[in-house]
């Protein structure tokens, strides 16, 4: 019955396809537009604090490094295990099949990779009736994280799964907005949890396009803005009072966990982020709020 509650919840949700307008024109007051320059190319947000482009990486990394261990204990505590069923819905969108090359991106504890190969499996093994086929042998998944911490603390998970002697996955560490595979070489792209904490945005959703087959889809899962006024209020102490002291309680470390919660809200909303996606290039992007919009799934192709 807790399950069953818990999927109506993680799957209460609003489609929206977008027909996006054109970029807002720029402001006519130079001095305005001037000072809008400069804190776009030589600062960025790090929760609510502002401090300079090159430090926001470092900053970030030391926040994964600090909750690695942590990491899936905490998602389990502040998203009540929902965050599994988001996964899930992550995974059945982007609809995985035998052959496939797939690129996971701050995917690095494994989630997102793990069910991407077993959907693969799952798929391969109906058609041909357990057989392992050529095609399935041909399926490379790459889990790709700027952190190396939490990439070992992938390939623990994926030896404790017995994942060990699967050649189809690959551990890369690397940047979202740099990335090292050649261009149109993926078949599907993921990032879940991650790309708001990125410095640039437009250059990870720039080397996804890149990356991607014509015919690929780009899906990210990601915690956004809710849009239902008197659960907005209550989701704001909780994030603001609960996450942090849960963070301090359970981690040992509450800075980390008002950064996160302050990245939230920095993070642009479910239209904004939808219309990058489309200034990246992609096309049919659309998006499905989650439970209320705590968390949205953005997706487009490249046609």
């Known amino acids: 019955m807790a399950l069953r509650a818990s999927r109506r919840l993680a799957s209460c949700s609003s489609h929206r396809r977008l ?3 054109s970029q807002a024109q720029a402001s006519c007051n130079p001095t305005v537009a001037a000072a809008s320059a400069f804190l776009h190319s030589h600062a960025t947000s790090f929760g609510y ?49 035998p052959g496939m090359k797939h ?77 090292s595979f050649e261009d149109e070489s993926m078949d599907g792209y993921t990032i879940a949890f991650g790309i708001r904490n990125v410095t640039h945005i437009e250059k990870a959703l720039s080397e ?44 040992g470390d509450r800075q980390s966990y008002q950064y996160l919660v302050e990245s939230i809200r920095r993070f642009p909303n479910q239209e904004k982020f939808a219309q990058m996606i489309q200034e990246a290039g992609f096309e049919r992007v659309e998006y499905e709020n989650l439970v209320g919009g705590v968390v949205a799934i953005h997706s487009g192709l490249k046609l």
């Not at 401090?51 to 926001?56: F, T």
């Not at 915690?223 to 849960?246: A, E, G, R």
Request: glycine letters at 8%; charged letters at 25%; aromatic letters at 8%.
């Open 103 to 179: 690129l996971d991106v701050a995917g690095g504890t494994g989630d997102v990779a793990f069910r991407v190969l077993e959907r693969v499996k799952s798929v391969g093994h109906r058609a041909m009736q357990g057989t392992l086929t050529d095609t399935e042998e041909d399926t490379h998944i790459y889990v790709c994280d700027i952190n190396p911490n939490m990439l070992n603390v992938g390939k623990k998970r994926a030896t404790e799964r017995g994942y060990n002697d699967e050649h189809c996955l690959s551990w890369i560490q690397g940047d979202a907005e740099a990335l």
């Open 49 to 97: 604090k502002q401090v300079r482009e090159e430090e926001k990486s470092r900053l970030v990394g030391n926040v994964f490094s600090s909750v690695a261990s942590s990491y899936d204990l905490m998602n389990d505590l502040m998203s009540v295990g929902l965050h599994r069923l988001w996964k899930d819905r992550l995974v059945s969108k982007l609809n995985p099949f």
């Open 208 to 251: 996804a396009y890149r990356v991607l087959k014509r015919g690929g889809r780009f899906l990210c899962l990601e915690l956004s803005h809710v849009d239902v006024p008197v659960f907005k209020q209550i989701y704001d102490v909780y994030s603001f009072s609960v996450v942090p002291t849960m963070g301090e309680l359970v981690a």
């Open 19 to 21: 027909l996006l307008p």
